[in-house]
């Protein structure tokens, strides 16, 4: 409840997904008489009922007081044990705030970061964090977030030795804040982490790195930038080549456009928390919500959060 678009979004999502993955048992939280207007069956989704719902214009005090929202309710469910994965567009300010105040981390862990899968082709990419979720940080937390993302991505994605970068304006070592100098002193020191030192966003593209660090505030620029040039670019082709004679084009811009579409990667894992947690965008829609349910799905089956939670973060 909550995200720009209809709720039939998530219930068409889950719908696809557990006919693919039948060992999943899927609850919908959120206003009953709403969400049962999208069911084939009476009783095809169990439902945690509420009226109350976060809304993407709603302040982070205005979230925190909304105790009985479908948000609050779902977290709950999840500090309880009752469920194994939460999987949610709220907005990102209260989701921020409220699970601050809600999950615990993991020992030596400060703050959590999002941590999307950014796609650049040829079934090549990198994982970026933190894309949103922290107001102010300091090189010991971007060294910690490496930590994470390193164990991660050997795990998930079997990469035994994963190329770290941090985002800064320059590839010098002079360059950037405080924090970005602090970070690179702590992953240079740390002979177990390949790291590859400073990128600039201009070499993103070129399979340069498999991890990229950076505050909320620039990766999370950097990430809405991507999907805005991508969106521009096919619109830009589609008026382009748009004629019945170029079918050839057509085609090709249709595998293109599969190709790069943001919305099979638009879910970002929460590092540094105890629990399976997985944010998606506010204006999410089925396709998104599909895969933010396969990457919660493959999360709880591969165990990762606990391998993360038992790794020393003593800096």
Not at 26 to 46: C, T
Not at 88 to 100: A, D, K, L, N, Q
Not at 202 to 231: H, M, P, Q, R, W
Request: glycine share 6%; with cysteine.
């Amino acid at each position: 409840m909550g995200i720009e678009n209809k709720v039939a979004c998530a219930t068409i999502a889950a719908r696809n997904f557990v006919k693919k993955y039948s060992d999943v048992k899927i609850i919908l939280a959120g206003d009953e008489n709403e969400l049962k207007k999208s069911f084939f069956f009476e009783n095809e989704f169990e439902i945690l009922p509420t009226s109350e719902y976060i809304k993407q214009t709603d302040t982070t005090l205005i979230g925190l007081r909304k105790t009985n929202s479908s948000f609050v309710l779902a977290l709950n469910e999840l500090c309880k044990k009752k469920v194994d994965a939460l999987v949610s567009g709220c907005s990102t300010s209260c989701f921020v705030s409220i699970v601050y105040s809600t999950i615990n981390f993991f020992s030596n862990i400060n703050k959590f970061g999002f941590m999307p899968y950014i796609p650049i082709g040829d079934g090549k990419g990198f994982h970026l964090i933190d894309c949103g979720a922290n107001l102010s940080i300091n090189g010991e937390d971007l060294y910690k977030f490496a930590l994470m993302a390193n164990l991660y991505v050997k795990e998930n994605n079997k990469i035994p030795s994963p190329r770290i970068g941090i985002l800064n304006i320059g590839t010098e070592q002079h360059k950037g804040f405080s924090y970005h100098k602090k970070a690179n002193d702590l992953l240079l020191a740390n002979k177990n982490l390949n790291y590859v030192g400073f990128i600039e966003p201009k070499s993103l593209f070129n399979d340069c790195v498999d991890i990229l660090l950076t505050d909320a505030y620039s990766g999370n620029i950097f990430i809405k930038t991507v999907e805005g040039t991508l969106k521009f670019f096919g619109r830009f082709l589609k008026k382009k080549f748009n004629k019945p004679w170029n079918i050839f084009t057509l085609l090709s811009l249709k595998k293109m456009k599969k190709y790069f579409d943001y919305r099979n990667k638009a879910a970002a894992i929460v590092l540094g928390v105890n629990d399976v947690i997985i944010k998606t965008h506010g204006s999410c829609d089925e396709i998104q919500f599909y895969f933010a349910l396969e990457k919660a799905y493959k999360c709880v089956k591969s165990g990762i959060i606990n391998k993360l939670s038992s790794q020393n973060y003593n800096v």
